[in-house]
Structure formats: C-alpha cells, structure tokens
C-alpha cells in the first residue's frame, strides 16, 4: 500500500512564502504522477499542480507564476514552493499520488494566510 504524508502547513501573512513537502512510501512505480489538490469548505477540491515522473508540470491558472512545484524521485517526495501567497490561497491542501492500479491520498495540511 501507498502512505502518503504532508508537511509544511501553517499560518502566513500575505506575500508570504511556505512550502510544502509531501513523502510517499510503499509501492510506488517508476511511472507515476504526484500532485498538490486544495479544498475550501463547502467548495469542490480543485487541483494546485502536478507532476509526473518525467518532470511535466501542470498549474492552476490562479497560481501560475507564484507556485512551483518539484519532485526528488530518489526520495519519492513532491513540494511545493508558495510565493506571494494571497488570502485566497487559504485551503487544505492535498497530497495525491497517481500510478496504474491506483489513486493515493495524504490526509491534507491546513495553509492559512492572514495579518
């Protein structure tokens, strides 16, 4: 089985930055996606950004330029890198781990911005 665990949450001010680190252990095959999703109360879970195994990426239009994401495979760990973070930005935020036979998630880490 596929364990997945966040790290990195907390409170910011706005324009601050955070960075979020996401740890997979188990099974995990060579060919794989690895992603961050972020859901607001009452609101549907949306994705942040992903990454595959092969180092292509995809953003939200509402974070592009502002957010990066990454992945050390040797580790089996994506990140993610939050700049100039907004109010709006204030979610849980998932980890997700996508290979064939199966979709993995990370209990979420609680990302808060605010003065």
């Known amino acids: 089985q596929v364990h997945l665990v966040e790290s990195g949450g907390g409170l910011v001010q706005p324009g601050g930055s955070l960075r979020l680190s996401c740890a997979a252990t188990g099974r995990i095959f060579t060919i794989n996606a690895m992603g961050w999703y972020r859901q607001a109360p009452g609101k549907e879970r949306e994705l942040v950004a992903g990454i595959t195994s092969t180092g292509s990426t995809n953003y939200a239009d509402s974070v592009k330029g502002r957010f990066t994401i990454s992945r050390d495979n040797g580790k089996n760990t994506v990140y993610l890198q939050m700049n100039s973070l907004k109010t709006e930005d204030t979610e849980v935020y998932f980890c997700?781990?996508?290979?064939?036979?199966?979709?993995?998630w990370g209990k979420g880490t609680q990302v808060t911005v605010s003065s």
């Open positions: 997700l781990l996508h290979q064939l036979g199966g979709i993995y």
